[in-house]
């Protein structure tokens, strides 16, 4: 009976957390929909930078109020921070430079290999089981996604190595941040984990802008969109959405396996699609149809393929007496 309860609840658990999964995708491809509106006002890379000052200042209030309660003392926490260092940091960083000399459709193609690098990390630092049916899933929603782009008259130009290469590290980078993720959250909540990665991003965007901008002479130029009252809302709705993605990556991870988590992220690209048709009315069209269809079946075949594995049940030894 006991037993039949814990399977309950792990059921349930493992609901909610798919749950959350699917809802950090969609907000994270709504993202991409203000992030487009943002670049008419400012550069990316200040763009970013502002996203996680306002992530910061938003966070400061329910930590400032002992609404949210933070414990380090006694912790490594110099996990803490070769995380960040993989994801915002590194992964943001690489990404802003890696687009500045390829376009951004050979960065949609080279980070839908994400998952596959994040199972194959997974896999080896961390033992998951990863059956052969849930590999090929996992296969299938990144074809997917990079079908969209290849379909869209994009390919890899091999000539612009430069950019190619960073954005393949990019990949590695966030592959590696949900590895360790998986980690580091036995020691640290998913809260205090998300408040030192927002905290730890801020201050190395903040110094690598200013000092960039300081070199080129461009100052004014970086803090010239702070007097639109446009871009200023746009910021603090991208910040909100940083602090609550960030939060909910890390608790997710802190439940299921880095390759199942990562899938998902592949869900993004076809909310950003939508959201392009509905709300910038951005053609749709059999392509796109056809590759969602790959991603989500995909998504929804690696999980599925997974939990009828683990819903079998176990043989009993026999006893000899």
């Not at 849930?134 to 997917?144: D, E, V, Y």
């Not at 997710?252 to 396996?257: A, C, F, G, T, Y």
């Amino acid at each position: 009976m006991q037993e039949m309860k814990r399977e309950e609840l792990s059921s349930k658990a493992r609901k909610l957390t798919y749950s959350l999964a699917v809802l950090n995708a969609v907000v994270i491809g709504l993202s991409f929909l203000l992030v487009k509106m943002t670049l008419q006002y400012a550069a990316p890379l200040d763009t970013l930078t502002y996203r996680f000052a306002a992530a910061f200042v938003i966070m400061i209030f329910p930590v400032g109020f002992r609404l949210v309660k933070l414990h380090y003392r006694g912790k490594r926490l110099h996990l803490l921070l070769l995380l960040a260092s993989f994801y915002p940091v590194g992964y943001f960083m690489l990404q802003t430079c890696g687009l500045q000399y390829a376009t951004s459709a050979e960065g949609g193609i080279i980070s839908a290999f994400t998952p596959v690098a994040t199972m194959t990390l997974a896999s080896l630092f961390l033992k998951e089981a990863i059956t052969l049916l849930q590999k090929l899933f996992i296969l299938l929603s990144t074809a997917g996604v990079s079908f969209i782009f290849v379909m869209k008259g994009s390919s890899l130009d091999l000539s612009q190595t430069t950019g190619i290469v960073l954005l393949i590290l990019a990949c590695l980078v966030f592959a590696g941040y949900s590895v360790l993720a998986r980690v580091v959250t036995r020691e640290f909540s998913p809260t205090e984990i998300s408040c030192f990665m927002v905290g730890t991003a801020f201050l190395s965007l903040l110094v690598y802008s200013l000092t960039t901008h300081s070199i080129s002479g461009t100052v004014d130029a970086f803090f010239a969109p702070l007097a639109n009252g446009t871009f200023l809302a746009l910021i603090f709705c991208l910040g909100a959405i940083q602090l609550v993605t960030a939060l909910l990556a890390n608790y997710i991870l802190s439940k299921i396996e880095a390759s199942k988590m990562s899938v998902f992220a592949n869900l993004s690209t076809v909310v950003s699609i939508a959201a392009g048709a509905i709300f910038l009315q951005e053609t749709i069209t059999w392509y796109h149809l056809f590759g969602s269809a790959l991603i989500i079946a995909g998504v929804i075949g690696s999980n599925v393929s997974m939990n009828k594995i683990r819903s079998q049940p176990r043989i009993q030894p026999q006893r000899f007496e």
